[in-house]
């Protein structure tokens, strides 16, 4: 136990006598913090205190009189159970298979993560973000939860401080993954609660990179609630006092741009997006990840052609558009289709409604296409546009009318990821 813990424990063992004054009780203060880490380790879930202190014959109600089990009742008791039938008893042991691993691993990481254990769940955050692009929240939402498990376990024990930090970390970048799927389903409220999570969290890591991105994935709730103010006032502090070039900085300015266009100010808007674009050209290679939790040029592009789309630019439109889906994965499930909707309502304002009508409704009944709380979001916002134009087509209609926010509890298998 001592070499699990820390190989420069081994031959480190308490004395004779010091050991003998543990089996009898008498010890006045708790044995060397070494030999403490160890004890701890061999009894998961007991504490030093506990496992010396005396015997205490008042820790079982006096009151119960204590019988040994009758062999013929557990017989019985078993037979009782497998009558349950095999439904029953997969339920009750699927948690059991599921965790077990995890929680053995628990037992063994109790006090000293290991780095095999610490790369495991680094590199399960990025994968986790990945599939975010192409997965539904129901896919990702069971992993990423039994991940924060491991972590909140594992920092019930104090870690050394670099496996803390790296798990805090780890645990911030989670708890977006878990936001992300909340927004998709119109969850704000809890999607708000979980970036605040990711926000202090990546706080006690010391990670301003992770903070501004919880800061920027937070602006994604008032920019789907129409409050283009709301957007400015919480990413232009920070960006007034910003220095260096991260996506999460990028993304701000993305948003940002997005607040202006939507209030009408052209001339805020293309500063802002051109700070988007440079800032984003500036970061470092090893920043520009791909995935639910970080910001592409391809975004970038998807948001000056949102932008210029509020401003009723057709042509900057079509261009941004053109541009950002030859960048985009044609199956990624909803930024293809959100370029589709800011390029469709640009159209509309120009008075093309049936080529608007046309593209909207493609972008809809694109395989790849989840109708995720973003979708449904621009889709609605194209068919007011056609109300006030006083022109419909029924394809329109038709695919408007089947389209549903998921539940990320209760989908089954298909793709969802954010916009």
């Known amino acids: 136990m001592a070499r699990s813990v820390d190989r420069r424990l081994v031959g480190s063992s308490p004395s004779r006598e010091a050991y003998g004054r543990w089996l009898k009780g008498h010890l006045k203060t708790k044995p060397h913090a070494d030999h403490c880490r160890v004890l701890e380790r061999m009894f998961p879930g007991h504490t030093v205190a506990e496992l010396l202190a005396p015997y205490d014959p008042g820790g079982e109600d006096p009151g119960v009189q204590q019988t040994r089990p009758d062999p013929r009742e557990a017989a019985t008791n078993r037979r009782e159970v497998f009558q349950l039938g095999a439904t029953t008893m997969a339920l009750g042991l699927t948690e059991s298979i599921l965790r077990g691993p995890d929680l053995f691993e628990q037992a063994l990481d109790s006090s000293n993560v290991g780095e095999a254990r610490l790369l495991y769940l680094e590199s399960a955050v990025d994968r986790l973000a990945q599939k975010m692009e192409k997965a539904h929240p129901a896919s990702v939402l069971p992993e990423t939860l039994l991940c924060l498990t491991s972590i909140r376990e594992l920092l019930a024990h104090r870690q050394l401080t670099d496996a803390q930090r790296r798990l805090v970390r780890v645990g911030a970048s989670l708890s977006l993954v878990v936001g992300v799927a909340m927004f998709c389903a119109n969850q ?37 609630s129409g409050d283009a103010p709301g957007v400015l006032a ?3 502090p920070r960006l007034e006092q910003v220095t260096g070039a991260t996506p999460a900085i ?8 997005l607040a202006h266009a939507s209030l009408g100010d052209r001339d805020a808007f293309e ?5 988007s674009r440079t800032t984003l050209e500036r970061c470092e290679p090893a920043h520009q990840q791909s995935g639910a939790l970080s910001f592409q040029p391809q975004r970038q592009m998807f948001y000056e052609t949102r932008g210029r789309a509020d401003l009723g630019d057709l042509e900057g439109t079509a261009d941004a558009a053109t541009r950002a889906l030859a960048a985009y994965d044609p199956t990624d499930n909803a930024d293809p289709a959100l370029v589709r909707f800011a390029y469709a309502c ?25 109708p995720s709380h973003v979708v449904v979001v621009r889709a609605h916002e194209f068919d007011a546009l056609l109300a006030t134009s006083g022109s419909v087509t029924a394809d329109w209609q038709e695919a408007l009318s089947e389209l549903r926010v998921p539940n990320p509890t209760t989908l089954p298998a298909g793709s969802l990821a954010r916009g």
């Open 234 to 236: 919480l990413v232009t």
């Open 271 to 275: 500063r802002a997006i051109s700070r």
């Open 188 to 224: 704000f409220p809890l999607a708000r609660r979980w970036y605040a999570a990711a926000t202090r969290a990546a706080e006690e890591a010391g990670d301003q990179r992770l903070s501004d991105l919880a800061l920027a994935n937070t602006a994604l709730l008032p920019t789907y």
């Open 250 to 257: 990028a993304w701000m300015w993305g948003f940002a741009a």
């Open 346 to 370: 640009a159209l509309v304002k120009a008075g093309e409604i049936e080529e608007a009508c046309h593209i909207a409704t493609a972008a809809i009944r694109d395989p790849s296409t989840c």
